[in-house]
């Protein structure tokens, strides 16, 4: 299928990336301080790593590294790459999902009401300040959003996930009383993308002979769009959130550096940072294993909302 | 008595980039309770706009003047959610295309059960949202049952998968016999029925209009359509439309057998061709209906046409039980 | 041409295109009418005044001065990767509409490729590779943009081809570069340029996150590169809300702009028009 061709290929990817581009491969493949801080025990390394071995044998290692878990190391942290993307993929995957779930419910209601109210003030008014949203770069609506709340009302902590060891429940809701701001950002970041296609798959579904049908029947305004309107729109809808599943990471990875939540976000920024190839090139790998998975799942998921397709 | 339905001078306007198009000028048609009415015509010539301002679903047109009446109130002027509670419970409406009529997303059985719930309560998104719009249980199914019988489909368990499937899985015949049942269901005091021909092949073509005729005797009916054998087989009365008016009104047979407007003569000449004779021209245009001609709006492509006619627009005139709007009968009075 | 008369009738492409002028004039200008050399140094962290309308930043250049001169450099990088994006993309649409067969499956299966594959994260990688310079920057952008270009080109190749007046021409011996020419680049242009200035839009806003991490080019002063020196050096931290706003606001005003006009080719009728009127 598709998915194994991409991720055949987005693997090789970071097997040839390192050895394609300029500059020596093992700094490449090592990171620049690592490279720098070895000295003269470079030869060592590079046939520690395997590097004089021919091509072939190399890509074999690598891919079996990855199957074990073996992702390099990284001298920015001093543990292997896998240790250090497990720990803080969680954290944007907390953020992040959530966050598209809600967003695509809101885009969708939001979305619907717009275009069943086509042209008149209400339409105006939420197409209008969802294209500003849209514009927006989101790191900066963060930085906004953090600024006003944080800094000047005091409601929401200034960063990061949590403010002390506490355990269990109290755990719980301290993270969720850090978790809102950056799950609003990245909520509205999601909604303003979804809420123009919404809009527009309501509007030209606003024309079919089945729903001038639903009104035949007698049903209400709001009936006609919310069980007949919106219930089209929802495929649509899914294969969008897949095919933007990628920006909607990147998107996430940003707001996360500007509220300092632990994870991949600031993990990526320290890593660019120290030059530190190992974590860049094993981010790129799970973000991407990631983005696959959720077409996947959408693929699967499709039938269930147009019938037509089983 | 009066009528069930009174259409009075309706005009309805749309604008488009081109121009306000008037797709009705002046439509006056009375609907007796239990008769069946045809109303004929080109495409363009307003029969569709007529029968969606009934259901005041005209949008984006506008009513501009006139009033619909039925049941002593006028539709136009009635706030919506009164005018809600006419659609699918008073009026009913069969539409034309069966494979875009019902959601792709909802079986026969939610699509039914829905016309049961907006009949049994209202047509509020709760309720449809609810449990009597999804399932059809007992008394209901039995109805649902009945209405199929008659429709003549009785097989018992060719109905159970007739109502577990996806609009896509059927047929275009089944799928016309399940939206006459869904019309049917909602126990409506007038039936219209939008091109029930025209999407259908020659078998289906003769069981829909079987069905129809059938029904002639238990409701009230619109029948709007371009083919006159449809006409013919289904309805009492026809009104003839063109350009956005009706030219002549009256019983099918005397209008089918001996049309007297002009343009009545050549689209029954055309559909009622025989061999050898040689197909009659018409030189309409439907810009017609932005660029309205002074007078009679037939009197460009009229081949009877005389100097009033580019003068004077016609008025509706009887001529031994048949109403023509059209000059040349207006001396006989 | 249709262009001009859809941005005629649509009120909100008209304030999108006025708006984009003006930044389009000061990025021309901006050198010019900054009050002050933006590489100057003066005293650092300043507070907005008269002399420094938007202070100062952490290393005392005049932010003013800074967001004027970085308008050319903001637009000019999305403008050109958007142009090495869409060009690309119309060159592989065509080969892969015209040619078919395995040229076209093997084109579709790259760009499919491309398109699944985080835009983001791959491009970190590649600059950071690549390094920070400007031109590396316009590259590895460029080099993510394509594929969208490239599949809607194709589509309408695959159209226009397959239609009647096209099938007619070709029967009268009609060459490949000839269809081309008479039939299939006037139908692609529009979607063509609506497509480029949606893609500006996007190639400034991956330019400014690239800034943003820290894999922008030191050497030139785009948006944002500012939004990464008010986050990274204190800017932020230390409220100094003239600092960070103003560049992303800039560059949310642009985008805005553009999004208006590239969805302005997408002109929207009422869809039950069509039911009425021709019944």
């Keep these: 299928m598709r998915y194994l061709i991409a991720l055949f290929v987005i693997v090789s990817l970071g097997f040839i990336l390192p050895r394609l581009m300029p500059g020596d491969p093992l700094m490449n493949i090592v990171g620049e301080e690592a ?94 300040a969802f294209l500003l949203a849209y514009s927006m770069p989101h790191y900066w609506l963060a930085m906004l959003v953090l600024f006003v709340f944080s800094f000047h009302l005091g409601w929401f902590p200034l960063g990061k996930a949590t403010s002390g060891a506490a355990s269990s429940l109290p755990y719980v809701v301290d993270v969720g009383w850090h978790m809102l701001l950056p799950l609003a950002v990245v909520t509205v970041f999601k909604a303003a993308y979804d809420f123009l296609i919404v809009r527009s798959s309501v509007v030209s579904i606003y024309g079919e002979d089945y729903i001038l049908m639903a009104q035949a029947k007698g049903l209400s305004s709001m009936a006609v769009l919310f069980k007949h309107a919106l219930r089209n729109a929802l495929a649509p809808l899914l294969t969008v959130t897949a095919i933007q599943f990628g920006m909607i990471f990147s998107g996430t990875l940003l707001i996360e550096v500007v509220f300092s939540w632990p994870g991949m976000g600031t993990l990526m920024y320290d890593a660019i940072g120290a030059r530190d190839y190992p974590l860049l090139q094993a981010a790129f790998l799970i973000v991407a294993i990631c983005v696959l998975i959720a077409n996947f799942v959408a693929d699967m998921l499709y039938p269930k909302l147009d019938p037509r397709t089983r | ?164 499937s996806y609009p896509h899985e059927l047929s275009g015949g089944m799928r016309q016999r399940v939206l006459i049942a869904m019309a049917l269901l909602a126990k409506p005091r007038v039936l219209i029925a939008d091109e029930p021909t025209t999407a259908l092949d020659r078998a289906t073509r003769a069981q829909s209009l079987g069905v129809l005729r059938q029904l002639n005797d238990r409701l009230t009916m619109l029948v709007v359509s371009h083919d006159l054998d449809a006409i013919r087989k289904t309805c009492g009365r026809v009104a003839v439309m063109y350009a956005g008016r009706i030219v002549e009104e009256g019983p099918t047979s005397d209008v089918l057998a001996n049309p007297l407007h002009p343009y009545s003569r050549l689209l029954i000449a055309a559909q009622e061709r025989t061999r050898g004779v040689p197909l009659p021209e018409v030189f309409t245009d439907t810009s017609d209906l932005i660029h309205v001609p002074s007078g009679c709006s037939f009197h460009r492509a009229c081949p009877q046409m005389i100097t009033r006619c580019v003068e004077v627009e016609p008025t509706m005139h009887d001529c031994d039980g048949v109403s023509v709007a059209c000059h040349l009968y207006e001396g006989r009075l | 041409m249709r262009l001009p008369a859809f ?202 996150s690239l800034s943003f991490l820290g894999l922008g080019d030191p050497m030139v002063k785009s948006w944002g590169m500012m939004l990464h020196y008010a986050f990274g050096r204190g800017g932020f931290i230390q409220g100094l809300w003239w600092w960070y706003l103003p560049p992303g606001l800039c560059i949310g005003l642009c985008i805005l702009a553009l999004t208006l006009i590239g969805l302005a080719f997408e002109g929207e009728s009422d869809p039950r028009l069509r039911r009425a009127l021709e019944r």
Excluded at chain 1, 80 to 100: D, K, N, Q, Y
Excluded at chain 2, 79 to 99: K, S, T
Excluded at chain 3, 93 to 105: E, H, P, S, T
């Design chain 1, 35 to 128: 490279y720098y801080a070895s000295g003269g025990a470079l030869d060592e390394l590079r046939s520690d790593l395997g590097l004089n071995q021919p091509l072939i044998v190399q890509y074999g290692r690598y891919l079996g590294g990855l199957l074990i878990g073996d992702w390099g190391y990284s001298y920015l942290y001093l543990r292997p790459v896998f240790e250090s993307i497990s720990e803080h993929m969680g954290w944007t995957l907390l953020l992040m999902l959530p966050a598209v779930v809600l967003g695509a419910a809101i885009a969708a209601v939001l979305g619907g009401l717009a275009a069943w109210n086509r042209g008149s003030r209400k339409d105006a008014g939420l197409t209008g």
């Design chain 2, 1 to 164: 008595m009066n009528p069930l339905l009174q259409v009075r001078d309706l005009h309805v306007h749309f604008d488009t980039p081109q121009g306000v198009v008037r797709a009705n000028a002046g439509v006056t048609l009375d609907v007796i309770e239990g008769e069946s009415v045809g109303i004929m015509g080109e495409s363009g010539c307003g029969k569709t706009v007529l029968f969606l301002s009934i259901l005041r679903l005209q949008q984006p047109g506008r009513i501009v003047a006139g009033k619909v009446v039925f049941d002593e109130r006028d539709i136009t002027l009635l706030p919506e959610a009164d005018v809600e509670r006419i659609r699918g419970r008073d009026i009913a409406l069969v539409p034309q295309n069966h494979a875009t009529a019902l959601n792709p997303a909802y079986t026969m059985r939610d699509q039914l059960a829905e016309v049961v719930a907006v009949r049994e309560s209202d047509g509020r998104l709760a309720t449809v949202l609810g449990r009597r719009a999804t399932s059809l249980d007992g008394v209901y199914l039995d109805e649902v049952r009945d209405v199929f019988r008659d429709l003549g489909f009785t097989e018992e368990r060719l109905l159970n998968r007739l109502l577990q």
């Design chain 3, 7 to 208: 941005i005629m009738q649509n009120r909100a492409a008209q304030v999108g295109a006025v708006v984009l002028l003006a930044f389009v004039v000061v990025a021309v200008l901006g050198s010019v009418i900054a009050p002050h050399d933006p590489w100057a140094h003066f005293g650092p962290f300043e507070s907005p005044s008269s002399v420094h309308p938007l202070g100062t930043n952490d290393v005392g250049q005049d932010i003013l001065s800074e967001l004027l001169v970085g308008a050319g450099v903001s637009l000019s990088v999305g403008a050109l990767a958007a142009m090495l994006a869409v060009g690309f993309g119309v060159f592989v649409g065509l080969v892969a509409g015209f040619r078919r067969g395995v040229v076209d499956n093997l084109l579709m299966g790259l760009t499919d490729i491309v398109l699944v594959i985080p835009a983001l994260p791959l491009v970190i990688l590649l600059a950071a590779y690549l390094g920070s310079s400007i031109w590396n920057v316009v590259l590895v952008i460029g080099v993510v943009f394509w594929p969208s270009t490239a599949r809607l080109v194709r589509s309408q190749v695959l159209t226009v081809r397959q239609s009647g007046y096209v099938e007619s021409a070709r029967a009268l011996g009609a060459g490949d570069a000839w269809i081309m020419r008479r039939h299939v680049l006037p139908n692609v242009f529009p979607l063509v340029i609506s497509k480029f200035v949606l893609t500006v839009a996007a190639a400034m806003l991956m330019e400014a």
